[in-house]
């Protein structure tokens, strides 16, 4: 039920975000919605993680079901980095802004990686799910490189 709830949520999320992302009322709600979707994106993909690492049962449609949120909301930050929003309470680097076309290759790559993940989630086969997943961590991986401050 949980799952459903939050898919109608992430699909009501997508239905606004167009209008919505290009009106943020400020730097620190662009920052703050941001933040939340890459949060509950990560959130999804430890789901995946733990299966390939072993860690919890490898169960296919749960698997499939956390997929295809993370490829809903690996769409759902960029439009958020909006002018201003690179000060205050902000873990990305100045170079999001300063080498924007990097960027959005960057949150193309990891958009591509998580279609890949939700392909391979749908065939049921955990060695092509864990395979999809390294992918993922790759493109997830190389722009924090890049593109986010380390703690």
């Given at each position: ?34 933040q ?6 990560d ?7 733990a ?9 296919a ?12 909301l ?22 999001v802004?300063?080498q ?34 390294g ?17």
């Open positions: 039920m949980r799952l459903c709830s939050l898919a109608a949520l992430v699909a009501a999320a997508l239905l606004c975000c167009g209008p919505a992302a290009a009106q943020f009322k400020n730097a620190d709600a662009a920052i703050e919605y941001r939340g979707a890459l949060t509950v994106m959130n999804h993909y430890d789901r995946i993680g299966m390939v690492k072993g860690k919890v049962p490898f169960d449609h749960v698997a499939q079901v956390n997929a295809d949120l993370v490829v809903t690996a769409r759902l930050p960029w439009s958020a980095f909006v002018e201003g929003s690179d000060k205050g309470d902000t873990n990305a680097k100045p170079e802004w300063s924007p076309d990097k960027f959005k290759a960057a949150a193309q790559r990891l958009q591509d990686a998580t279609v890949k993940l939700a392909e391979a989630a749908k065939t049921g086969n955990p060695d092509a799910l864990k395979t999809a997943f992918a993922t961590s790759d493109a997830c991986r190389s722009c924090h490189d890049d593109f986010r401050k380390k703690h």
